[in-house]
């Protein structure tokens, strides 16, 4: 994969990567008549499993009485889990899913991993057509707090802005921006919140999904890695232009 051009970072803020390949799949398709063969094929590397499950409710109005209620379990996706939980790999309803929780190294790092786990995927679906690929990484930056004050412009190019800087005080912030890239048509959602602040620090989210949603019928990691590396230079522009070199060396101690 081509490098996506990004300092490297001592102890970089991911909390979690995940990789989301979707696809459209047969019409007979039953995830429930998939996990022992599942099990088995992802056993020796992730030995543990679980499911997760989709918990449906339906309202249906009644003109001469009240209304009727139901509700429907069904199972989302089947997960693969390494011993220490940190890594996975989700055979999910709509297609396949690689989640590397912190302490996360470098993308391609796992890039081997992701592709023997999608080939196995692979054999055990037979998908019909990837529909969209997509990769998510969730950041988490500790900013320092001086004083019981934090200037978020310090660490953040795109921070929040209140209208009356002087008498108002930021306690906290929830920004979503969703966009195109204009030359490859690649789909952006990039959402900023800070979460309590913890030991003379703010917790800030820096979360950015990328993705393209390209309709692709071969399944041969060729084919594919050239999108991961555009997607994966995508992210790392936004995380670049997101973050004050102040802030992106805070990851460098």
């Known amino acids: 994969m081509p490098n996506a051009l990004s300092p490297k970072l001592r102890n970089p803020p991911i909390v ?3 990789v989301d390949i979707d696809c459209d799949l047969s019409p007979g398709f039953d995830l ?13 590397q992730y030995p ?8 449906e409710h339906k309202i249906e109005a009644q003109a001469d009485g009240p209304p009727n209620m139901s509700v429907r379990m069904a199972i989302q996706a089947l997960q693969f889990l390494q011993d220490d939980e940190k890594q996975l790999i989700q055979v999910r309803a709509q297609g396949f899913s690689f989640n590397r ?3 996360y190294t470098g993308f391609d790092d796992y890039l081997p991993e992701i592709e023997q786990t999608w080939r196995k995927y692979v054999d055990l679906v037979s998908p019909v057509q990837i529909r969209a690929i997509r990769l998510r990484y969730i950041n988490r930056i500790l900013v320092p707090i001086t ?11 795109i921070g929040p802005r209140l209208p009356d800087e002087e008498k108002l005080m930021l306690s906290s912030f929830l920004s979503q921006q969703v966009a195109i890239e204009r030359d490859t048509g690649y789909r952006i959602n ?30 041969d990691w060729p084919t594919m890695l050239p999108t991961m590396g555009a997607l994966r230079a995508l992210k790392n522009r936004i995380f670049q232009n997101t973050l004050t070199s102040k802030c992106i060396e805070l990851f460098q101690s």
Do not use: H, Y
């Open 16 to 18: 979690e990567a995940v």
């Open 190 to 219: 990039l959402v900023l919140t800070a979460q309590a602040p913890e030991n003379e620090k703010l917790p800030v989210i820096l979360d950015i999904t990328v993705e393209s949603l390209a309709i692709v019928d071969r399944f």
């Open 101 to 103: 929780l912190a302490p």
């Open 32 to 44: 429930t008549a998939l996990e022992e063969p599942a099990r088995a094929g992802f056993k020796d």
């Open 147 to 157: 004083a019981s004050t934090v200037d978020l412009d310090e660490f953040l190019k």
């Open 48 to 55: 543990k499993f679980r499911t997760q499950l989709l918990q």
